[in-house]
T-cell receptor, first 111, second 112 residues
Framework: GQQVMQIPQYQHVQEGEDFTTYCNSS?????IQWYKQRPGGHPVFLIQLVKSGEVKKQKRLTFQFGEAKKNSSLHITATQTTDVGTYFCAGRVDSSYKLIFGSGTRLLVRP | ETGVTQSPTHLIKTRGQQVTLRCSSQ?????VSWYQQALGQGPQFIFQ???????GRGNFPPRFSGLQFPNYSSELNVNALELDDSALYLC???????????FGPGTRLTVT
């Protein structure tokens, strides 16, 4: 079946260091979304990427969608303690409404 | 603007019992999706309702069923509960043609 894999599973960084999480799909995606889930919280939408090779920035966060639309990445520059949480990618295949979530990358930031 | 709400917050049930979870979608949203999130995992898509009709279903058995009401609120029903059904159940609402989903706080279900 369709799978979305995410690496790494965990990342522990010193505040100020950069962080990247990678997302890979077994099938071509029509679009990909990124969510952040704080400990004890619920997923919160960050961004959606639709076009092949698309790059979007939100302050210190940079999101990329691969040329083949099968992979994506989220990069955070100069992490802060407020960045702590689990970051999920979630992709859609064709025009399906089904959103397939990755397993998430848990980010811990040492102050 | 009212956000997505879910009830109850926590629930403890015994294996074999039935449970109903409720979700009120965000104002103006006509689509509700339900997800199961096991500890340490990503949310798994159960099904989606659009204007009171099931619009898509994930790999969950028929004992997982749902409803959407005219006001777009929704229910998730699970029959014959199993231990593996213990998880956080999330609902998310969205509106026509907009894929961004707004999640509720979830219902933590424990099956003993």
């Amino acid at each position: 079946g369709q799978q979305v894999m995410q690496i790494p599973q965990y990342q522990h960084v010193q505040e100020g260091e950069d962080f990247t999480t990678y997302c890979n799909s077994s099938t071509t995606l029509s679009n990909i979304q990124w969510y952040k889930q704080r400990p004890g919280g619920h997923p919160v939408f960050l961004i959606q990427l639709v076009k092949s090779g698309e790059v979007k920035k939100q302050k210190r966060l940079t999101f990329q969608f691969g040329e083949a639309k099968k992979n994506s990445s989220l990069h955070i520059t100069a992490t802060q303690t407020t960045d702590v949480g689990t970051y999920f990618c979630a992709g859609r295949v064709d025009s399906s409404y089904k959103l397939i979530f990755g397993s998430g990358t848990r980010l811990l930031v040492r102050p | 603007e009212t956000g997505v709400t879910q009830s109850p917050t926590h629930l403890i049930k015994t294996r074999g019992q039935q449970v109903t979870l409720r979700c009120s979608s965000q104002s103006g949203h006509n689509t509700v999706s339900w997800y199961q999130q096991a500890l340490g995992q990503g949310p798994q898509f159960i099904f989606q309702y659009y204007r009171e009709e099931e619009n898509g279903r994930g790999n969950f058995p028929p004992r997982f069923s749902g409803l959407q009401f005219p006001n777009y609120s929704s229910e998730l029903n699970v029959n014959a509960l199993e231990l593996d059904d213990s998880a956080l159940y999330l609902c998310a609402s969205s509106s026509d043609g907009v894929y961004e989903q707004y999640f509720g706080p979830g219902t933590r279900l424990t099956v003993t």
